[in-house]
């Protein structure tokens, strides 16, 4: 099971960068061109919250997987 | 590890009241956030004019900037201060302001009176209400988990539980009775006042209640043996031990937990408003009734999962959801579909209205259209539009509002599949207070345990219908698009769209959760 959890500690790793390249590149960067406060206000919030959130947050978490720090939760 | 606080020592008397004092008190500072929501379109009206750009970037700064960012901060505020000065003490404070902020909404003037101070307070005040929010649950969960004895922490802290959707359903009830007791000119005058008003005597009684509690046992012990931290934030964040419970209690439990919650509580009424257009009073009557039956069911997961274990009853409860929103909200649309029902014939009946609208030389028509149906549902086309009295000028394109009212046998249908969702959310949100309690040591329990699960639920699902809308119509606008190219349509049932985000973000969570959290017992004594 030890195993099975480092290895997915790489799924969620690239799981994380994905989304922060979804949320910068695909969302907020068209949002920001649209203009007007309804689109600059939520792509601030992309940006600079949710992204930085889940793309650290997640490749944070994937490398503790990784280095087998979650092991001694069997 | 074993616990000092065996079954036998606990006060049983004691106990009833630290749990009444805390639950009270959280289910007003819920009352206190959600009043804000449902009364959000009265609040827009006197407050944030649309047609000024900087009253609506206000407005839409309150409605993020609370309901996400604000709220993870005050957890880690509130938190830090709760782990340094004591649990008490703490969630006294975040009472208060939340009492006080929002009182103050309700008296404060409109924008036609006082101009742009009017929405900037309105700001200030929402974004105290966030913080209050953000110190607030982590205070009574844990204050009720460090009084609890082993082997029922589950079932007591699961009262506190039942505030967040008790708060919702109280909310709506007393906006509902205060606008069935007036006229709607009224409620829209002063009326929609009165259920921010109220708040100040009930953040009163509870202020009485709570003042007249000890602190936390636990809290105590950590004191007098000197096992408080000088900085729970660098202890909870800035050490690897801990941390790696946080980005756990995290991705593996809050996140979607959070997302559960907010679709089975608010998306679920979005999506009755917006895209089946069932009227409002009927929709917030599904919402109120689902709440009210399945309220109940928080205790009894909570208790579940002091037998059974927390990992067991969340993940059910998470799985169940991601595999069964879309057929529910499949059936939820075709409950109100007025196209799969029988219209009673010769029932169509038009009324044709003039409005004259003051100091301008505007008259507005209103033209409603009514139908009847077999099962006693009516559909109404409200046409409006605009047109002025002087001859030569076009007349402004008219708007039209569809709006159904379900017959008995649908808004029963409705209720029960609003209610399977809420039974969901009782079983993913039931166990959690107890679950994060137990995953971080005394000294840094508030701060760590408030941290997460304002992220899950603040964010991930704080911007559930946000970003649940926004696929939705996005699939919509790519169905006119190859309608007008001649194309096959790419979305077959485009108003499901927006449950991706939840079914993704619950699968992540329940894949993280199955395979990272134990789903043995522990202990919190430390």
Known sequence: MNGIRQIFGIVWILLGLAAGYFLVFEQSLLLFEKGGMDNVVPA??????????????????????????????? | MTSNLSSEQVDKKKLRKVIAASSVGTLIEWYDFYIFGSLSVVIATKFFPSDNPTAAFLSTLATFAAGFVVRPFGALFFGRLGDLIGRKY?????????????????????????????????????????????????????????????????????????????????????????????????????????????????????????????????????????????????????????????????????????????????????????VANIEFEQSNYIIAASLAGGTGFFIFFGWLSDKIGRKAVMLTGMLLAICTYRPIYQAMYEAADVSLKTEVAGSKVIHTDYFMIPNSVDLKKTVKTEFSYTDGSKLTLEESSLTTIFPGKNPKKPEVKRIVHVGSSSFWFLILLVFIQVLYVTMVYGPIAAFLVEMFPTAIRYTSMSLPYHIGNGIFGGLLPAVATYLAAKASTANEVAVAAGQAIPYDKPYLEGLWYPIIIGGVCFVIGLLYVNGKDKEIND
Request: hydrophobic letters at 50%.
């Open chain 2, 90 to 274: 703490t969630f006294m404070v975040t009472l208060l302001i939340m009492g006080f902020s929002t009182f103050a909404i309700g008296l404060i003037p409109s924008y036609e009176t006082i101009g742009f101070i009017a929405p900037l307070l309105v700001l200030i005040l929402r974004l105290l209400q966030g913080l209050a929010l953000g110190g607030e649950y982590g205070g009574a969960a844990t204050y009720v988990a460090e009084h609890s004895e082993p082997g029922k922490r589950g079932y007591r802290t699961a009262w506190i539980q039942t505030t967040a959707s008790l708060g919702l359903f109280i909310s709506l009830l007393v906006i509902l009775a205060t606008k069935k007791s007036m006229s709607a000119e009224a409620f829209a005058n002063f009326g929609w006042r009165i259920p921010f008003l109220i708040s100040i005597v009930m953040v009163g009684i509870s202020y009485f209640i709570r003042k007249n509690m000890d602190e936390s046992p636990m809290f105590e012990k950590a004191k007098q043996e000197g096992k408080i931290v000088a900085n729970p934030l660098k202890e909870s964040f800035g050490k690897k031990l801990n941390f790696k419970f946080v980005l756990l209690a995290l991705f593996g439990a809050t996140m979607g937990q959070g997302v559960v919650w907010y679709t089975g509580q608010f998306y679920a009424l979005s999506f009755l408003q917006k």
């Open chain 1, 44 to 74: 601030i919030i992309y940006t600079f919250i949710l992204a930085p959130l889940l793309t650290g947050g997640m490749c944070v978490f994937g490398l503790y997987a990784l280095q087998n720090e979650y092991k001694s939760n069997d």
